[in-house]
Each structure stands twice: as C-alpha cells, then as structure tokens.
C-alpha cells in the first residue's frame, strides 16, 4: 500500500491555511502532522531545514512554498474551477505575499519593527484592501462570480491583518471586503480546516484530511 502524502503544517500560520484549503477542495488526502513553531519535530526539520511551514512531502518530493502545496493538490483535481483564473489573479496573490505581507507583518510586529512607523505600515496595508474592497464590490468574488485560486489565497492573510485590530477595521468602511471575509469564516470549509489537532508524535496514530 502506498503511503499517504505528509502535510506539515500549524493550525493558525495563514500560509498552511490556505494549503489546506486547496487539499481540501481537491480531496486529496494526506496525514496532516500538526507542529509547534517552538518545538518543532527532528523529522519535519530533516524534511525541510528551513523550518517554515507548509511542508508537503510526496515520496521522495518536498514542497516547500505554500502556493506550490495549493498547486500540487488542485492539479491533481480541481472540481470547483479554482485554477481557472487569468493572470490577474497570480498578480494579487503576488501583491498579497510581497508588499501587503509586508506590511501586515510591520503592523501586527510592530515592536519588533521599532524602525517603521506602524501607522504608516497599516496605511500601506490598506492600499491593497481597498482595491480588494472596489473588486468585491462589482461581483462575489475577486476574480468573478466564482471562487477561485486567489480568493483562498488572500483570505488567511486579510483574516490575519483584522484580526490585529478589528475596532478599527469595523471603522473603515470596507462593506464588500468584510461580507467576502465574514462569509468565509462562517464556513463549513474554513471551520473544517481549523480543527485544532495535537502536535504531532512519533509512533501516533495517523490524522487524515481531509
């Protein structure tokens, strides 16, 4: 019997959420083993050195980036249609994971970040939510009428950067953005990916997902 691709992964990191949504959405099973960031497992750290979660191992193959997981999954099988987006669409994910990642990080580590201005950081974070904001106002999704591959890309990251201060992103006036965010976070598919799992042990019982 072939053995089940390895996902590991941290339940709250926004680059292993949006990993297993792709794989859940496929229906690709793998044994999820769950780590602690601060006591990370010797054979997760001999299958990727540089400690980082995702890591999806598949045989003899590791994958490393988060966005290569979402791929690797959906190109097995896509039934939602999530791959069938324009170039736009790997643009934004682009611009999520560079400058608005960025930011977000200066915003919610602000003191590790005593040389950046935290305000200004938040502004510069706002930039991409409002043009995130002016698309959601026009149709459903960012891309459209359906859910693609940036949407559940973006997400985790726009979830993380509320959740810094959600007083005062209720304040801003965001309306399509936050019907996109709360509609997802009372998902069955976000609750399904959240189930909080012990980290994982050596000789335990295997945790399949989806």
């Known amino acids: ?41 010797l054979p997760f750290l ?38 069938d987006m324009p170039a736009e669409g ?37 930039v991409f939510l409002i043009a995130l904001n002016d698309r959601l106002a026009q149709s459903t999704f960012l891309m459209g009428p359906s859910r693609t591959l940036a949407d559940v890309a973006i997400l985790p990251f726009v979830r993380q950067f509320v959740n810094t201060d959600r007083a005062w992103f209720a304040l801003q006036n965001l309306g399509p953005l936050s019907v996109w965010l709360d509609d997802f976070l009372a998902s069955d598919r976000f609750r399904g990916i959240m189930v909080k799992y012990p980290p994982w042990q050596d000789g335990q019982d295997q945790v399949l997902f989806p």
């Open 1 to 41: 019997m072939t053995a089940l691709p390895i996902l590991w992964t941290f339940r709250r990191c926004p680059y292993a959420m949006r990993a297993r949504l792709a794989i859940q959405s496929s229906g690709q099973q793998v044994q999820l083993q769950e780590i602690l960031l601060k006591d990370k497992p």
């Open 90 to 126: 790997h643009s934004l994910i682009d611009t999520c994971d560079g400058p608005f990642k960025a930011a977000l990080d200066h915003t919610k580590y602000a003191v590790r970040h005593p040389d950046r201005n935290e305000a200004e950081e938040r502004a510069k974070a706002m």
């Open 46 to 83: 001999a299958a990727s050195p540089k400690g980082t979660v995702p890591v999806l191992q598949d045989g003899d193959t590791v994958i490393e980036e988060s966005r290569d997981v979402m791929l690797w999954a959906l190109e097995r099988n896509d039934p939602e249609g999530w791959l």
